[in-house]
């Protein structure tokens, strides 16, 4: 299946490489489909959109042609005093998808309904796409156009990582300030905008054989959102390999495409 790709479009017409997202989309659709966004992973302070080319792909593929797949970048954090911190990777990551559903010029965009958005994350992605869901900015209009949100491996509980892995002390404390952490997990704000999220769906994707982030993270954040009244949630903890490699499996790929269509 021959999938066009465009890198490198700037969302915030900044020219900063971290304000630019890849776009893939085939070059013979059977109609107008909905819009994959991809928020890479990296304990906020590592990635970049060009390392997830193979997932991407994967997903247009194993949907026949019947996704449009968009991979960002956003800033990420260092040690420097000046560094990007929370909530500034959120603030990208709503920025590229107000970019998708506003801007009028870029390719591929002429075959995507925007009305059907799904956010997709990893790790530190996952947790982007859930706040985006779950604590939306007053300044972010475009709620109604996400349908769904699947996190594969995220961190949705701040404090009960700290917890169990004491050790990820130092990429936190490199993103977050500790009076954050409650107000920047989505196991924590669930419950509190569920009156303007209640129409988005969950997937909460956890591989068995992930050796950085334990399944009780999907576990615990797919039950808060099942008491808090979300009506389509699912939780998948299986074997689909480690960390990393969980986003090169075929069914992965597979379940984000039948979560979607």
């Not at 790709?5 to 915030?12: A, N």
């Not at 796409?129 to 709620?143: D, G, K, Q, V």
């Not at 949630?233 to 390999?241: F, I, Q």
């Amino acid at each position: 299946m021959k999938i066009q790709v465009h890198e490198d479009i700037s969302y915030l017409f900044d020219n900063s490489q971290r304000h630019k997202l890849d776009i893939y989309f085939p070059q013979i659709s059977p109609a107008i489909v909905p819009l994959v966004v991809y928020i890479h992973g990296g304990a906020w302070r590592t990635g970049d959109k060009s390392e997830f080319r193979q997932i991407a792909k994967g997903i247009i593929n194993a949907s026949q042609n019947r996704l449009v797949v968009a991979v960002i970048n956003y800033e990420l954090s260092t040690r420097s005093a000046d560094s990007p911190r929370h909530p500034e990777h959120l603030n990208d990551a709503m920025a590229a998808v107000r970019f998708l559903v506003t801007d009028q010029s870029y390719p591929g965009r002429s075959i995507i309904d925007h009305d059907q958005v799904f956010l997709v994350g990893h790790s530190a992605g996952a947790h982007l796409s859930a706040l985006m869901a779950l604590a939306p900015h007053p300044h972010f209009a475009h709620l109604d156009n996400i349908k769904g949100v699947l996190g594969i491996a995220g961190i949705y509980n701040i404090p009960k990582l700290l917890r169990t892995n004491p050790e990820y002390c130092d990429f936190i404390d490199m993103a977050f300030d500790t009076s954050q952490h409650d107000d920047a997990s989505p196991h924590c704000v669930a419950r509190k905008f569920h009156d303007k999220a209640g129409h988005v769906r969950f997937m909460v994707v956890n591989s068995c054989k992930d050796e950085l982030v334990a399944p009780g993270q999907a576990t615990d954040f797919a039950a808060r959102l099942v008491t808090t009244g979300y009506t389509d949630v699912t939780l998948v903890v299986k074997d689909l390999g480690t960390h990393d490699g969980a986003l090169l499996n075929q069914e992965l790929w597979n379940m984000i495409v039948r979560f979607i269509i």
